[in-house]
């Protein structure tokens, strides 16, 4: 007898398709993700684009920085092979011999100054004049190591100093002088095998406020400024 097959059903439950939902935050997120990021390409795009205007751009030439000696004179000592400018509206007139050099210069209204490079160092005198005021003098030049000192690493100031004894008192300035002291004038400063000896004064003595802005004292300043040792 022929037994019936029954065919029998799967109990393995039909496939059903799966949708992703997401929910309006996370696209609220993912609409500001995609603008920002837009927003950063937008940026480094324009930041690409002027950095290459700036690279294809001609270099702006700089303006050349003014000579302070514009219309100086130059002058170069013998000897010790030591030179300067001067402003051109002084008179210059070199006493050296085949030793010492010694220029002097005579500017308006009674100005005078001097200029020596030695065996003698400053005049011999009985007092030390009372220094009112000492400005540290920098240089220019190779005169120094650093701008600061000279070539013997001493620091040299320019002293206002006031006249005899007598004059101490009355709080003047009687002239100028270069030395190696704030407080001792006639501290002669050494360049090489030479004493040195610098010094202007006016035809007046001036009050210290009057001195300091003094036009031929501020020449005069700018002139050691320009101490160079000569090629």
């Known amino acids: ?5 029954t065919k029998q059903k799967s109990s393995k439950p039909a496939r059903r398709t799966r949708h992703m939902r997401f929910s309006a935050a996370e696209i609220i997120l993912g609409v500001i993700l995609i603008i920002g990021l837009v927003v950063l390409g937008y940026a480094l795009w324009q930041t ?22 514009e219309g100086w004179h130059s002058y170069t000592l013998a000897n010790s092979q030591v030179n300067f400018h001067y402003p051109s509206k002084w008179q210059i007139t070199d006493s050296s011999d085949q030793y010492d050099d010694q ?7 009674g100005f005078s100054a001097e200029i020596t ?3 003698t160092g400053h005049p011999s005198l009985d007092y030390q004049p009372v220094v009112r ?24 100031y320019l002293d206002f100093i006031g006249g005899t004894p007598k004059q101490a008192k009355d709080g003047k300035v009687y002239g100028v002088q270069v030395s190696t002291s704030k407080t001792k004038a006639l501290a002669t400063p050494i360049f090489g095998k ?19 802005t003094n036009p031929d004292y501020q020449d005069f300043y700018r002139l050691i400024a320009s101490l160079n040792k000569a090629h």
Do not use: C
């Open 117 to 119: 490079f030695g065996t």
């Open 194 to 212: 030479y004493a040195v000896d610098i010094h202007a004064q006016t035809a007046k003595p001036l009050s210290l406020a009057a001195a300091k």
């Open 103 to 109: 220029v002097n210069f005579a500017g308006d209204n």
């Open 1 to 5: 007898m022929a037994m019936k097959q």
């Open 133 to 156: 005021y000492a400005k540290e003098q920098l240089f220019k030049g190779k005169f120094d190591a650093n701008g600061r000192y000279s070539l013997n690493k001493t620091a040299w």
């Open 48 to 69: 690409s684009k002027a950095n290459e205007k700036a690279d294809k751009a001609p270099a702006v030439a700089q303006a050349p920085k003014p000579d302070p000696y």
